[in-house]
């Protein structure tokens, strides 16, 4: 349903100077049924972008170039030994950095791999200098945190036994999670519960774990857990002070939706892309939605280059604002438009359409 000029005046009723968002130009010189077109069409665009998302991003994951690009990043990835090797490779590089929002800087390798590596809770690192850039390096490091997991959170490292593993298991009545980590030293096993060390037997694909805990009474209590190995990963019986409980234990590889979660934003990206194509900026504006509820003050929206992209646009604040003072920037922004209301879902759907509006030229360049 379109919303009525009435309608976008009361969200909206507001002066700039109080941090309202003045919405005229759209009536501005126009008759009201021309405005009323053009306007429409701007939330037609959204309006169906939003709808059909699940038959874009079905055709965009069929597209022959996307299918081959995440064959290849699935190939490097299986044959990687490093970091360095996912970042040589172009295509590789190509997926990763497209996938977590930073497209803008594929070529840019020597970077790359210092920020990846970065300490997330380094306030000296890269990721977090670069963060006042762009939000998605800090955000990059902290969802990857490439420094302490390796390879492994890309791509599970897995050598039968040996690995990462997600295990749950029953405490109490109650399922908890875990990461339980097994390698072998010199044909020694070792395993870890959570970084604590645990006594571990293994007999070809047998293994057995022993656990200290103490249970809501403080009283140390002892589980051990029997499991087999197969192509679903570990999993048996767990006994609680030699009694049997109800509740099977298993265990997945840790990291074991890596490959899909950088393909499902890849292919996500990818439609954002082919929304450009179909109206210059429908992309951004459709991603800005999304995440509109995240920019809490002008700081958020200057620190993330989609909001500073979308907000300077729709408002037509200068480029050159960039140069002046983090307070002259968040004023220029403050006196135009409320960024704590763009939890407003009508609110940022207003935005996201002055935005479209603009950058295609105002009224008379709006093609959609």
């Given at each position: 349903?379109l919303l ?7 969200l ?15 009536t501005r010189?126009q008759?009201?049924?021309s405005?009323?077109a ?6 037609l ?9 699940a ?8 597209d022959p170039?996307?299918v081959?690009?995440?064959a290849?990043?699935e190939k490097?990835l ?6 360095d090797?996912?970042?040589n490779?172009?295509?590789?590089r190509?997926?990763?950095?497209t996938?977590?929002?930073?497209k803008g800087?594929?070529d840019n ?7 990846m590596?970065s300490?997330p809770?380094d306030?000296?690192?890269v990721a977090?200098r ?8 800090l955000?990059f490091?902290?969802?990857y945190d ?6 492994d959170?890309l ?9 990462r593993?997600?295990i ?5 009545g109650?399922?908890?999670?875990a990461?339980?980590?097994?390698k ?5 096993w070792q395993?870890q519960?959570?970084g604590v060390?645990i006594?571990?037997t293994?007999?070809g694909d047998?293994v057995?774990l022993?656990?200290?805990w103490?249970?809501?009474a403080d009283?140390l209590?002892?589980s ?6 197969d192509?679903n990963g570990?999993?048996?019986a767990?006994?609680?002070d030699?009694?049997e409980?109800?509740a099977?234990w ?6 074991k939706?890596?490959l899909?979660?950088?393909?499902d934003?890849y ?5 954002l892309?082919m929304?450009d194509?179909q109206?210059?900026?429908l992309g951004?504006a459709?991603?800005?939605k ?7 003050d002008?700081?958020?929206v200057l620190?993330s280059?989609?909001g500073r992209?979308v907000v300077?646009?729709?408002?037509n ?5 960039a ?7 968040e004023?220029a922004?403050?006196?135009r438009?409320?960024p704590?209301k763009l ?5 940022a759907?207003?935005v996201a359409?002055?935005?479209?509006i603009?950058?295609?030229?105002g ?6």
């Amino acid at each position: 349903m379109l919303l009525s000029l009435s309608t976008i005046s009361m969200l909206f009723s507001s002066t700039q100077s109080s941090g309202g968002v003045d919405f005229s130009f759209i009536t501005r010189g126009q008759s009201g049924a021309s405005a009323t077109a053009d306007a429409g069409s701007i939330k037609l665009a959204l309006s169906n972008a939003d709808k059909n998302e699940a038959k874009q991003l079905a055709d965009v994951a069929k597209d022959p170039q996307v299918v081959k690009d995440l064959a290849r990043y699935e190939k490097v990835l299986k044959n990687a030994t490093s970091i360095d090797g996912v970042l040589n490779d172009p295509v590789a590089r190509k997926v990763l950095m497209t996938a977590s929002g930073l497209k803008g800087d594929i070529d840019n390798i020597g970077l790359l791999k210092k920020a990846m590596l970065s300490d997330p809770t380094d306030p000296k690192s890269v990721a977090v200098r670069m963060s006042q850039i762009n939000g998605a390096w800090l955000a990059f490091a902290k969802e990857y945190d490439l420094a302490t997991n390796g390879l492994d959170r890309l791509h599970p490292q897995m050598d039968g036994m040996e690995g990462r593993w997600r295990i749950n298991l029953d405490r109490e009545g109650e399922t908890i999670e875990a990461m339980l980590e097994i390698k072998q030293t010199r044909g020694v096993w070792q395993a870890q519960v959570d970084g604590v060390p645990i006594p571990i037997t293994v007999d070809g694909d047998n293994v057995t774990l022993d656990l200290l805990w103490r249970d809501a009474a403080d009283e140390l209590r002892t589980s051990r857990l029997i499991g087999t190995l197969d192509t679903n990963g570990l999993s048996g019986a767990q006994f609680d002070d030699g009694v049997e409980v109800e509740a099977d234990w298993n265990a997945a590889p840790y990291f074991k939706d890596a490959l899909k979660s950088v393909s499902d934003n890849y292919i996500a990206e990818k439609r954002l892309d082919m929304l450009d194509a179909q109206l210059p900026g429908l992309g951004s504006a459709v991603l800005f939605k999304q995440v509109a509820r995240t920019f809490k003050d002008a700081v958020d929206v200057l620190g993330s280059p989609l909001g500073r992209e979308v907000v300077t646009v729709a408002f037509n604040i200068p480029k050159q604002i960039a140069v002046q003072s983090i307070e002259a920037q968040e004023k220029a922004i403050n006196q135009r438009m409320s960024p704590a209301k763009l939890a407003n879902e009508a609110y940022a759907d207003i935005v996201a359409q002055r935005y479209l509006i603009m950058l295609n030229g105002g009224l008379g360049g709006v093609t959609a």
